[in-house]
Structures are given as C-alpha cells and as structure tokens.
C-alpha cells in the first residue's frame, strides 16, 4: 500500500535522524557521504537529529554544528562528556551542555537528554531543578532520560517529558511505550547494525567497533539464527522489516533511525512509503518474539 501525502507527512515527523554511525563507532565512514546524508535529510523533511558528546569525543556534535542550519532541531545529551566519561554531577552536567553548545553553535536544544544513568544518581531532585532552569532560561525546550539497558529505572521517569530507550525486533521495551506521562522515542531500531542484513558467522569487527567486544562468538550465531528466522517470514528486505515494524507501531511516538550515507536516507523514505507491514506479519514476529524464535536457553544471548 501507499500512504496519502497528510498520512506520509505524519509519520515523517516521528523520525528523528541519529548521528551515532557518524562517528565511525559503528563501522567506518566516509565524511562526504555523512554530509550528503545530512543534506539529503533537509531535502526529504527529516529535521531532527539526535546527538551527544561521546559520539566520535564530540566530533558528531562539531559537525552538525558546521552542516545544519538553524531551522533543524537538534536532541544532544549530558553525563557522558566528549573526553571525561561519566559524571552526573550539575557541575560537571552544566560544563558539558554548555560545550555542547558551542560545537553545535547553538544558544539552544530541542530535548536535552540525560545520558543512560545507572546506580550514579541516588537524587534526582537537583537534577530535575536543573532542567527546570534550562527551561525557564529558554536553552531547552523539552527535558528526556535516556535508558541505560537492563537498568530498572523507578519513578524518576515520569518527571521528564522523553524517555528514549531501545527497541526493535529483538529487543521489545513493552513497558516504555503508549504510557501518558511522557513521549517514548524508540532507538537501535535496527539493533546498533545487526538488523541491517550484512551479517555472517565470518563478521568481524574493528577493535575501534563499538561492537567488537560483545557480538561474536556464540553471541553472534545465536542472534544469527534469529535474523535467518526474520529473512524467512516475507519477500521485505530485513533493514526495512525491522524499520517498518517500528515505525507504523502507534504505540511508538518517535523513533531515532541512524545512518552513514544518503541512499540510508532514502531507503527509510521509501520505507514510509510503502507503508505499514501487514497484519498477519507482524502477529507472527511478536509471536516469535514471545518464544524467542524458538531458541532455547538463548535469550541470553540475544541483543
């Protein structure tokens, strides 16, 4: 099927542009495709990126400061500094927002996250009024949390206006999405590259790869089995199953898809395009979710 021109619009506007594989933490990258990617997202009506200081130690944010324009919306994070790790202190939060600024030449964000917290903060209370003062200050307009995953997050949640935190195909946050209190913006949508069909038993990674440490060995076969599984159900290629799974999900109020060139860029217009998976599809990938694709004793070894 294909989407009238208010529906395509519509659900043009959940897609925020996610600058991670810019940084070369996911694989190698060509600069010049990276800029084409960001041009060709203006063109296609993308115009909210996501960010944060760690990615390439600033450098993701640097450039998007050099190659967007004012009009674009821009999601940046704090508590995980471009050169000095992690620190949830307002001091240390304050300093890296405003670096933040000045590499993406901006007096302002859009949503300004914090950066998947763990066991760190026992309080948020002065975290909370700090975002409240970015808000009133008019530097941010909206506060999220990003989730640290197999983290169990509390109450502190409902005070921010954006959770962001995974989910694909693989790995379903059931008890994150359709909730009222805030927007949930799903990410790694196509699992940090597993679900972009390139992947072998022979796959090896960068020792630079962010994914060098963790998917391999009986990691990799395992998750192997579920993508044969996934190639199976339908003639779609696997990079646009897994987005389009995502995507027409209504439960799902924004989803940050990243990307390395501009044919990436096109390939998740078309996928808007052609519209939702249908029904009967995607009951079956939820019933294997439920089973684990059938594997046993493998859930731990899963994204």
Known sequence: MTLNKNILNKVKQKIIIGTWPFSGQLGKIDIKEVILAIDRCSELGFNVFDTAPNYGAGFCESLLGRATNKEIKINSKIGNSANDGKDFSIKSLSKSFDETLKRLQRNSLHTLFLHNPRSEIRDYDPIFMFFEELKAAGKIKYSGISLARNFKYGDELNFFD???????????????????????????????????????????????????????????KSILKRISILKDLSNIALPSLARRFVLFDNRIDNLVLGLKNSKQVNDIYQDIVNGPLEDQLVITINDLYQIDFGLKNQKNLSF
């Open 162 to 220: 954006v959770v962001q935190g995974d989910y694909n195909i693989l790995y379903q946050q059931d008890k994150y999405i359709n909730n009222k209190r805030f927007n949930f913006h799903a990410r790694s949508i196509l699992a940090t590259g597993i679900l972009s069909g390139k992947l072998t038993v022979n796959t090896k990674f960068n020792k630079n790869d962010y994914r060098s440490s963790w998917l391999k060995d009986d990691r990799l």
